[in-house]
């Protein structure tokens, strides 16, 4: 019980947190579509950067939780490591 109430928890906060993040990333991409100075497109980079790995963060989060309650198939293929590198 105690780990589908962890799945269910992370699978909730990750919902939470994804909503206000997408609202960052998408008013930031609207600030730096208009005329701004070099120094704050830099800035908003930053933004976007940070924001952008936060939301892989996010979403591995969740789709570990999915995983754990069993609503995420696994599929296995034979892959090419280096291909990968």
Do not use: W, Y
């Not at 906060?13 to 005329?35: A, C, F, K, W, Y």
């Not at 940070?50 to 069993?70: H, R």
Request: hydrophobic letters at 45%; aromatic letters at 2%.
């Amino acid at each position: 019980h105690a780990n589908k109430a962890k799945s269910e928890f992370l699978a909730t906060m990750s919902h939470e947190m994804r909503t206000p993040l997408n609202v960052i990333i998408g008013m930031n991409q609207l600030v730096m579509e208009t005329d701004i100075s070099t120094e704050q497109r830099n800035l908003c980079l930053e933004v976007s950067n940070s924001s952008d790995a936060l939301l892989g963060l996010v979403n591995n989060i969740l789709d570990l939780a999915k995983v754990e309650n069993g609503r995420m198939a696994l599929t296995f293929s034979d892959v090419n490591v280096r291909d990968l590198v």
